[in-house]
Every structure is written in structure tokens, then in C-alpha cells.
């Protein structure tokens, strides 16, 4: 079965310094991969999704994450954060789960925290 | 466009009594999706629909809960004789048929029981 481990329970980092959130997979196959930001008490936002290709992928908002095979990895990254990026950002990964039945499988996230 | 709406954003229940939640999908969006969210996890997979029908149930918690999509639009999750570790919130999320993984997710309904 597949599973996704994000390392990092909180980070905290100053506004203008960069940013890398950890994303670790078990997966048999090709994954397909996604990070979501959720802001408090809402839903989550898409930032950006790997299928295939280029392993460098953009997303929006400044985000990009880099798809590792060998290392199982898929972290997500900025290169200069923004106040307005603290909320909790969760890495997942598709697989079927029965016949004819996809779903999303998350981490447990990672909550950011930003020092203006 | 419009996204993923649900309804209502927050529900606040007795144990025991029944509640059910409604999700409405992105419209031209064929494939839905339920999960929930405990405090300090992610979401966890319940069910899902292909347009009417109830592909995937298996993961629903108990057989308290159970999920409808009568007409391949909006869908209804009920839980009955709510147990107070049924608080959390549930989230709707919807797809395109060639684009399955690619879910986009409604704010949630936040479940408290009391």
C-alpha cells in the first residue's frame, strides 16, 4: 500500500529566507504526486501536481518541487517565503485504490510558521 | 467557475442524533470524492463516485456512514448515531474523468459532537 511521510511537523522561517518542506513516498509504480496548502479551517488549495517528464515541477503561488526517484522524494520548494505562506501544506500521492477507484493518498503535513 | 462548495461549513450535533452533509462538484466534474480530516493528520479517503455510481465504499468508517450521488451531481455523506470520535472535518473533492488524480477540494464541513 502506498504512504507518504512529511518529516517536518512545523517549520518556522523568516519572511525573504527559502523554503524546502520534506516529502517521503512508498509507492510500487510511477507515482503521481501533489502538494496542497490548507490556510486554517479551510480546504485545500492544489500547488502543483507531478505525472511524468520533467522532474523539476512549477506551481503557483512561486512553488516548485523536484520529483527524486532514487531517493523517493518529492520536496517542495520557494526561494523566498512570504507572510502570506504560513498555513499547513500536505504531500500526496494517487494510486488506485479498487476497481475503477482512484483517491489521494496524504501525509500528515507540515505547518508553517513565518517571522516577519 | 465555480469551485467545490459544501454545506454546511460547520455542524455542531449530540451524540447519537444523525447529520448529513452536502457537496456540490465543480459542474462539468463526473467523479467525487469524500474524505476526512482528524486534528493534526491529513485527509483520509472515505469514498468515491463515478458520476451515479458508488465506486468504492470499502474505506467508508463504519456502517454508520453512507454516501449517495443520486443524479451524478451533488452529494449527500450521512453518518448516523454520531459518536463524538466522528468529530472532524469532512471534505469533498472533485475530478475530471481523464484527469482522476487531479482533485479539486471544497472549505469542508467542520463536524463537532457534543
Known amino acids: 500500500a502506498q504512504s507518504v511521510t512529511q518529516p517536518d511537523i512545523h517549520i518556522t522561517v523568516s519572511e525573504g529566507a527559502s523554503l524546502e518542506l520534506r516529502c517521503n513516498y512508498s509507492?510500487?509504480?510511477?507515482?503521481?504526486l501533489f502538494w496542497y496548502v490548507q490556510s486554517p479551517g479551510q480546504g485545500l488549495q492544489l500547488l502543483l501536481k507531478?505525472?511524468?517528464?520533467?522532474?523539476l515541477v512549477q506551481g503557483i503561488k512561486g512553488f516548485e518541487a523536484e520529483f527524486k526517484r532514487s531517493q523517493s522524494s518529492f520536496n517542495l520548494r520557494k526561494p523566498s517565503v512570504h507572510w502570506s505562506d504560513a498555513a499547513e501544506y500536505f504531500c500526496?500521492?494517487?494510486?488506485?485504490?479498487?476497481?475503477?477507484?482512484?483517491?489521494?493518498?496524504f501525509g500528515k503535513g507540515t505547518k508553517l510558521s513565518v517571522i516577519p | 467557475d465555480t469551485g467545490v462548495s459544501q454545506n454546511p461549513r460547520h455542524k455542531i450535533t449530540k451524540r447519537g442524533q444523525n447529520v448529513t452533509f452536502r457537496c456540490d462538484p465543480i459542474?462539468?466534474?463526473?467523479?467525487l470524492y469524500w474524505y476526512r480530516q482528524t486534528l493534526g493528520q491529513g485527509p483520509e479517503f472515505l469514498t468515491y463516485?463515478?458520476?451515479?455510481?458508488?465506486?468504492?465504499k470499502s474505506r467508508l468508517l463504519s456502517d454508520r456512514f453512507s454516501a449517495e450521488r443520486p443524479k451524478g451531481s451533488f452529494s449527500t455523506l450521512e453518518i448516523q448515531r454520531t459518536e463524538q470520535g466522528d468529530s472532524a472535518m469532512y471534505l469533498c473533492?472533485?475530478?475530471?474523468?481523464?484527469?482522476?488524480?487531479?482533485?479539486?477540494f471544497g472549505p469542508g464541513t467542520r463536524l463537532t459532537v457534543l
Open positions: 463516485f463515478q458520476n451515479e455510481a458508488q465506486l468504492e
Open positions: 509507492y510500487g509504480a510511477t507515482p503521481y
Open positions: 500526496a500521492v494517487g494510486a488506485q485504490a479498487g476497481a475503477g477507484s482512484y483517491q489521494l493518498t
Open positions: 459542474s462539468e466534474h463526473n467523479r
Open positions: 473533492a472533485s475530478s475530471l474523468a481523464k484527469a482522476r488524480y487531479t482533485q479539486y
Open positions: 507531478y505525472f511524468s517528464g520533467d522532474t
